[in-house]
């Protein structure tokens, strides 16, 4: 039997969630532990393969000290949600680190920007 190729959005939403852990100071297994799952379920939650129940999402939310929605704002492809995303990132920063920041992103985009 063909092995089932992940889903691009569970794989984007595993990687967030798998980045909020590790910025939480979280292992798997503590993780597991807290969520009263397996440290398999984390791991596939992580890799994409499988895609957590909105319930669950909640309870990683709590879990990391963030809302539920950045987990799914961080993995989106749309623009918005992306510039949502990047304002949380800049919001952590002073104000000069936030400007050296918007300067090289400035600085990227012109450079990779397509001519119309």
Do not use: W
Not at 13 to 26: F, M, P, S
């Amino acid at each position: 039997m063909a092995e089932k190729k992940p889903d691009p959005l569970a794989v984007s939403v595993g990687k967030a969630i798998a980045a909020r852990r590790q910025e939480a100071g979280l292992t798997q297994d503590q993780v597991a532990g807290k969520l009263d799952i397996g440290n398999e379920a984390v791991s596939r939650m992580e890799r994409g393969l499988v895609m957590p129940t909105v319930a669950r999402l909640l309870e990683l939310a709590s879990l990391f000290h963030c809302d539920a929605s950045s987990l799914l704002v961080e993995s989106s492809n749309r623009p918005a949600e992306q510039a949502q995303y990047l304002a949380q990132m800049l919001a952590r920063l002073d104000s000069e680190d936030r400007e050296m920041v918007l300067t090289m992103v400035e600085q990227l985009t012109n450079r990779l920007a397509k001519p119309s």
